[in-house]
């Protein structure tokens, strides 16, 4: 967002015998100035009225104080039907930025987390950050199998070996790996000394998890600070109050 500034259209006095512009004018400062303000594109963030997917990314407009059309379609409207074919790639969430659409969340995240200041303040630590959403997609594959099933009514000896086999010990690596990095943290957060997007995802997941019946985070310390320093933020505490109350 920062490089939105066009100053090729400010006015000038005069050009040297060398063809470069000289002696600008006031109205030349004054423009460039002007073109230097910082023009915030137009966000629009598509998803289902539900937490899932699209949560971390509007956690984190909410903390960068960054505006956007947060589009909750409801289930079963006909809506998702009638824009199904004209997403990127089928599914939701999609941003669009000033019109241009990116799909997938995790991307979608990244984007916003690199243009706002939170995807990590070295290459090594966006890494880091990046190590730590792709441990938790994995994690939420080895969940959805499991979910899914019992949602499409598979038997119950299926759902019940996708859940002991796949899903306990995904989730087991998962809040392992978690509670490693936050035993090491100095600033509490997964990675560095602020927050990045993977606080926002992991955080937001433990909220579903937990509301889900699916974690205690009383048995785990680090992770309950964690989730409660994100939503103690100001700016996330004052979303979260009008938030809609979805349970997913
Ligand atoms: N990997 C994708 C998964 C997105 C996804 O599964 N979206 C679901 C809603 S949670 C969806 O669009 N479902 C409607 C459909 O597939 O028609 C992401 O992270 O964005």
Redesign the pocket.
């Known amino acids: 967002m920062f490089s939105r500034f066009q100053i090729s259209h400010c006015p000038h006095n005069s050009k040297n015998n060398y063809g470069y512009f000289e002696n600008f004018s006031a109205e030349f400062y004054r423009c460039l100035l002007q073109s230097f303000i910082i023009q915030m594109p137009t966000y629009k963030l598509t998803y ?1 009225n ?1 937490r ?2 699209a949560e971390p990314a509007r956690l984190l407009f909410h903390l960068a104080g960054v505006p956007f059309e947060d589009f909750r379609m409801t289930h079963g409207d006909g809506t ?1 039907e009638k824009i ?1 074919d004209s997403t990127p790639f ?4 999609v941003l669009s930025v000033d019109g241009t659409e990116i ?4 991307a979608i995240i990244r984007y916003l987390a690199n243009q706002f200041g939170y995807a990590g303040k070295t290459p090594e630590e966006k890494a880091w950050v990046d190590a730590i959403v792709d441990q938790y997609k994995d994690f939420m594959s080895a969940f959805m199998q499991f979910v899914l099933a019992q949602h499409n009514g598979k038997p119950t000896e299926e759902v019940e070996r996708l859940k002991t086999e796949v899903y306990a010990p995904a989730k087991e690596t998962y809040i392992k790996i978690l509670n490693g990095l936050l035993e090491k943290s100095k600033s509490g957060f997964l990675v560095g000394e602020s927050l990045t997007f993977a606080d926002l995802v992991v955080a937001e997941n433990l909220f579903g998890l937990e509301k889900n019946e699916h974690f205690v985070a009383a048995e785990h310390p680090k992770l309950l600070a964690l989730k409660e320093n994100v939503y103690g933020i100001p700016a996330i505490k004052e979303y979260i109050k009008s938030r809609p109350d979805t349970q997913f």
């Open positions: 289902f539900a899932g997917y998702w199904k089928g599914q939701v969430p799909p997938q969340s995790m």
